[in-house]
Nanobody
C-alpha cells in the first residue's frame, strides 16, 4: 500500500501562485509515476500533470502548460505542483495519485494508471 497526503491548497487571487505538495509513504518503491488530477464541482476529474520518479519525465494537460510545473524530491518521496498565473477555472479539488506495477500499462495521463489517491486539497481562485 501507498499512502498519499496532499497539502498546500487554499485561497489565491487570480494571477497568483500556489504550490501543492504530495508526500508518499508506504511501498513507494513499487511506484513509477505520480500524477496530479483535479475535479471542479459538477465536472469530471481531469488529468493535470504527471512525473516519473526514475527519470523525471513530465506530462501536462494543455490548459496548464507554461503555467504549472510538476517536480519531485525522490529523497523525500514528495511530489510538488507549482501553479503560477492561476485562473478562476483552475479552482478545484486537486488530487495526488500514484501508480503501481499492475497499472503501468495505462497512459500516465489517465486516471486508470493510478491505483493510490490522496484525499485531495481544495484550491480556490478568486477573480
Amino acid at each position: 500500500q501507498v499512502q498519499l497526503v496532499e497539502s498546500g491548497g487554499g485561497l489565491v487571487q487570480a494571477g497568483g501562485s500556489q504550490r501543492l505538495s504530495c508526500a508518499a509513504s508506504g511501498r513507494t518503491l513499487s511506484t513509477y509515476a505520480m500524477g496530479w488530477f483535479r475535479q471542479a464541482p459538477g465536472k469530471e476529474r481531469e488529468f493535470v500533470a504527471a512525473i516519473t520518479w526514475r527519470d523525471g519525465s513530465t506530462y501536462y494537460t494543455d490548459s496548464v502548460k507554461g503555467r504549472f510545473t510538476i517536480s519531485s524530491n525522490n529523497a523525500k518521496n514528495t511530489v510538488y505542483l507549482q501553479m503560477n498565473s492561476l485562473k478562476p477555472e483552475d479552482a478545484a479539488v486537486y488530487y495526488c495519485a500514484a501508480d503501481d506495477l499492475y497499472t503501468r500499462t495505462y497512459s500516465s495521463t489517465t486516471a486508470r494508471r493510478y491505483r493510490y489517491w490522496g484525499q485531495g486539497t481544495q484550491v480556490t481562485v478568486s477573480s
